[in-house]
């Protein structure tokens, strides 16, 4: 049910964590965990448990069945897809729900690919996830397509410059990142949505790293295809895609022979999908919603995300303006206060490795991630070991000012 309730000035970070159990108090500081990981999955509130736990106990089934187990899966299915609409901000109808972003992703490109001529062109960019390039390199390699990479600029954003220079009229699909898994660049989205449209290319958004920190609108946006995974938003592993509604029916998707065809969306989920993760992401979109206020999902789901941003600007800014105090690390990309960035930092340790770095803050009990996460065309352009990486710190909504205490102290003690 949507409660309308008066518009908060700023995000209660007490309720919001009280809703955690992996947050909430069970060990004195510094034994609590201090979780610095969210770029790689976020914790999830209680109501998402329930939820997986209540589906299991009392609708598990398969769908389509004359029994009540299965109608209520098959309903449980319906407001997945309803969610997820207003979760992009577009028709449910275009929704698909799937085991990850990445294998979402390879199916939806080999369907756009069986529409594909040799010389076709696909540009990918150097800021992007692999889940957004693999993908093009291994299809284009099975139909003699040309994928060209779009570089980028000194602040670690894509440069719409080169993205110019190499639209052509052969460019079919241009696949880029809202928001950077590694150093947090926020993207200029709709141009490159725009650049996309205006040479006849298909705009393929990957929103993994922007879902769980700015409000999605995929109407606004003019994109074709948007992905992202809900395990990153506070939701259950499971990935989610919104397709152009007349595109996910014209798509060949590969389907077995006796799957139903509607809805559009719906022909790129192949076989039994986790419908416990379904009901785990209806309930971090309601989470996410309870944090707002309005008459809808909608509404409330901008509310919430207008909280959410303002409370991450904080943190950022104050990680930023903390971090270049100190000696033996360098941040890369944005400052923290830059507007088009997400919470999530790279930094790069002058003495040690991320590894050793990630390993001493373990040892404040500190989680924070190090690597390459698999954007690998941004650490190579960095000019850093790929197997090494960067040290990644990565804040959620969950996180609160005074917890960067610790986290300063932690890395001053390991940076000496
Ligand atoms: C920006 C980005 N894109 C894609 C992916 C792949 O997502 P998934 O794990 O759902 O396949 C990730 C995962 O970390 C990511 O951060």
Same mark, same amino acid.
């Given at each position: 049910?949507?409660?309308?309730?008066? /518009?908060?000035?700023?995000?209660?970070? #007490?309720?919001?964590?009280?809703?955690?159990?992996?947050?909430?108090?069970?060990?004195?500081?510094?034994?609590?965990?201090?979780?610095?990981?969210?770029?790689?999955?976020?914790?999830?509130?209680?109501?998402?448990?329930?939820? /997986?736990?209540?589906?299991?106990?009392?609708?598990?089934?398969?769908?389509?069945?004359?029994?009540?187990?299965?109608?209520?899966?098959?309903?449980?299915?319906?407001?997945?897809?309803?969610?997820?609409?207003?979760?992009?901000?577009?028709?449910?109808?275009?929704?698909?729900?799937?085991?990850?972003?990445?294998?979402?992703?390879?199916?939806?490109?080999?369907?756009?690919?069986?529409?594909?001529?040799?010389?076709?062109?696909?540009?990918?960019?150097?800021?992007?996830?692999?889940?957004?390039?693999?993908?093009?390199?291994?299809?284009?390699?099975?139909?003699?397509?040309?994928?060209?990479?779009?570089?980028?600029?000194?602040?670690? #954003?894509?440069?719409?410059?080169?993205?110019? $220079?190499?639209? $052509?009229?052969?460019?079919?699909?241009?696949?880029?990142?809202?928001?950077?898994?590694?150093?947090?660049?926020?993207?200029?989205?709709?141009?490159?949505?725009?650049?996309?449209?205006?040479?006849?290319?298909?705009?393929?958004?990957?929103?993994?790293?922007?879902?769980?920190?700015?409000?999605?609108?995929?109407?606004?946006?003019?994109?074709?295809?948007?992905?992202?995974?809900?395990?990153?938003?506070?939701?259950?592993?499971?990935? /989610?895609?919104?397709?152009?509604?007349?595109?996910?029916? #014209?798509?060949?998707?590969?389907?077995?022979?006796?799957?139903?065809?509607?809805?559009?969306?719906?022909?790129?989920?192949?076989?039994?999908? $986790?419908?416990?993760?379904?009901?785990?992401?209806?309930?971090?979109?309601?989470?996410?919603?309870?944090?707002?206020?309005?008459?809808?999902?909608?509404?409330?789901?901008?509310?919430?995300?207008?909280?959410?941003?303002?409370?991450? $600007?904080?943190?950022?800014?104050?990680?930023?303006?903390?971090?270049?105090?100190?000696?033996?690390?360098?941040?890369?990309?944005?400052?923290?206060?830059?507007?088009?960035?997400?919470?999530?930092?790279?930094?790069?340790?002058?003495?040690?490795?991320?590894?050793?770095?990630?390993?001493?803050?373990?040892?404040?009990?500190?989680?924070?991630?190090?690597?390459?996460?698999?954007?690998?065309?941004?650490?190579?352009?960095?000019?850093?070991?790929?197997?090494?990486?960067?040290?990644?710190?990565?804040?959620?909504?969950?996180?609160?000012?005074?917890?960067? #205490?610790?986290?300063?102290?932690?890395?001053?003690?390991?940076?000496?």
């Amino acid at each position: 049910m949507i409660q309308t309730s008066p /518009m908060p000035r700023a995000l209660d970070t #007490d309720r919001v964590r009280a809703q955690f159990p992996a947050l909430r108090a069970t060990r004195p500081a510094p034994e609590q965990p201090l979780f610095l990981d969210a770029p790689g999955g976020t914790q999830v509130p209680e109501r998402v448990v329930a939820a /997986m736990a209540a589906y299991l106990v009392e609708s598990n089934s398969n769908t389509g069945g004359a029994f009540e187990l299965s109608r209520r899966t098959d309903a449980l299915i319906a407001e997945a897809r309803r969610y997820g609409g207003a979760f992009t901000g577009g028709d449910p109808d275009g929704v698909a729900f799937g085991q990850n972003m990445t294998t979402l992703n390879f199916n939806l490109v080999r369907a756009v690919g069986r529409m594909m001529r040799a010389g076709d062109e696909i540009l990918t960019t150097a800021l992007d996830h692999d889940a957004n390039i693999s993908p093009w390199l291994l299809m284009a390699e099975d139909r003699g397509l040309v994928v060209r990479e779009v570089g980028l600029t000194p602040d670690l #954003d894509i440069d719409l410059e080169d993205l110019r $220079s190499k639209l $052509s009229d052969r460019t079919r699909v241009v696949a880029f990142c809202l928001a950077s898994n590694a150093v947090g660049t926020v993207t200029p989205a709709e141009e490159i949505v725009a650049l996309a449209h205006d040479a006849g290319a298909l705009a393929w958004g990957d929103a993994v790293a922007y879902a769980p920190h700015r409000r999605i609108d995929v109407g606004a946006l003019g994109v074709d295809v948007l992905l992202c995974s809900p395990y990153k938003f506070f939701g259950p592993h499971l990935g /989610m895609a919104w397709v152009r509604p007349d595109l996910a029916r #014209d798509l060949p998707a590969e389907r077995v022979r006796p799957a139903a065809e509607v809805p559009p969306g719906h022909r790129f989920e192949t076989g039994t999908l $986790s419908h416990e993760a379904l009901a785990g992401f209806v309930a971090a979109v309601d989470y996410l919603a309870s944090l707002g206020s309005g008459d809808t999902l909608a509404s409330q789901l901008d509310t919430a995300y207008d909280l959410i941003r303002r409370h991450e $600007s904080e943190l950022a800014a104050a990680f930023g303006t903390r971090v270049g105090e100190l000696e033996g690390v360098r941040m890369v990309g944005r400052s923290g206060g830059d507007p088009a960035r997400v919470p999530t930092f790279g930094l790069v340790p002058e003495r040690a490795t991320p590894r050793q770095l990630a390993e001493a803050l373990d040892d404040a009990g500190i989680y924070a991630w190090d690597g390459n996460f698999f954007a690998k065309r941004v650490i190579e352009t960095l000019g850093l070991d790929l197997e090494e990486g960067v040290l990644r710190i990565g804040f959620a909504h969950y996180n609160v000012l005074h917890e960067t #205490d610790r986290l300063f102290e932690a890395l001053e003690r390991a940076l000496k």
